[in-house]
């Protein structure tokens, strides 16, 4: 069974950086892996995602200030998040695995979800 664990969540300033970890288990392929982030009142919206050779997409929001990479080795998957804004607020999840035939994109449905942690940013 795949398992999901975000950790590095927390409180920061704005202009601030945090890096999100997620420990995967019960995924050995690690094909594809992505980020989403939920804010009160909000719609879930995806973030970025990694293909298993590397390859990474993200949504325009993402695009130069986040970036999400993996341990293929430890089995954990980062999202590193710089320059933060207020808007940025929000639970962020990790999430695994596509259906068959479906691209790994940063807006995917993915078939796992871990807990959540949460980021909040402050002006």
């Known amino acids: 069974e795949v398992q999901l664990v975000e950790s590095g969540g927390g409180s920061v300033q704005a202009g601030g950086s945090l890096r999100l970890s997620c420990a995967v288990s019960?995924?050995?392929?690690?094909?594809?892996l992505g980020w989403y982030r939920q804010a009160p009142g909000k719609e879930r919206e995806g973030i970025a995602a990694?293909?298993?050779?590397?390859?990474?997409n993200y949504a325009d929001s993402a695009k130069g200030r986040f970036t999400i990479s993996k341990d293929k080795d430890k089995y954990i998957l980062y999202l590193q998040m710089n320059n933060l804004k207020p808007e940025d607020t929000a639970m962020y999840f990790c999430?695994?695995?596509?259906?068959?035939?479906?691209?790994?994109?940063?807006?995917?449905?993915?078939?796992?979800w871990g807990q959540g942690t949460q980021v909040t940013v402050s002006p």
């Open positions: 999430a695994a695995e596509v259906p068959r035939g479906d691209e790994c994109r940063w807006d995917a449905n993915f078939g796992y």
């Open positions: 990694i293909v298993s050779d590397g390859t990474t």
């Open positions: 019960g995924y050995r392929s690690m094909y594809c």
